[in-house]
């Protein structure tokens, strides 16, 4: 399976952006997806995941009540909403997929996306 995000960009505290990641080369509906995030010189660290249906959500306490994460099955896409970003949400920000798992650990994750950076002005 193919992973295409994107979105990120520069933003001001306080701002929203919106990422969004494509999958494609198998039935999207088939996987678990992930979001996860990596800043310079810390570990890649877990931010949220949606079941399959989309029925079951889970984020990390960091971004609990700031951070929205969805898809959309029929255009084969899992969006990550961020609002009332800060500074220290700046990463690379990947998008994963799992056949069986939505759970933090990111070893659970056999596919990847390329990454989009999110940068958060003070």
């Known amino acids: 399976v193919q992973l295409q995000a994107s979105g990120g960009g520069l933003v001001q505290a306080g701002g929203s952006l919106r990422l969004s990641c494509a999958v494609s080369g198998r039935t999207f509906s088939g996987y678990d997806m992930g979001w996860f995030r990596q800043a310079p010189g810390k570990e890649r660290e877990f931010v949220a995941s949606?079941?399959?249906?989309?029925?079951?959500?889970y984020y990390a306490e960091s971004v609990k009540g700031r951070f929205t994460i969805s898809r959309d099955n029929a255009k084969n896409t899992v969006y990550l909403q961020m609002n009332s970003l800060k500074p220290e949400d700046t990463a690379v920000y990947y998008c994963?997929?799992?056949?069986?798992?939505?759970?933090?650990?990111?070893?659970?994750?056999?596919?990847w996306g390329q990454g989009t950076q999110v940068t958060v002005s003070s």
């Open positions: 994963a997929a799992s056949t069986d798992y939505i759970g933090l650990r990111r070893y659970k994750y056999g596919d």
């Open positions: 949606i079941s399959r249906s989309g029925v079951s959500t």
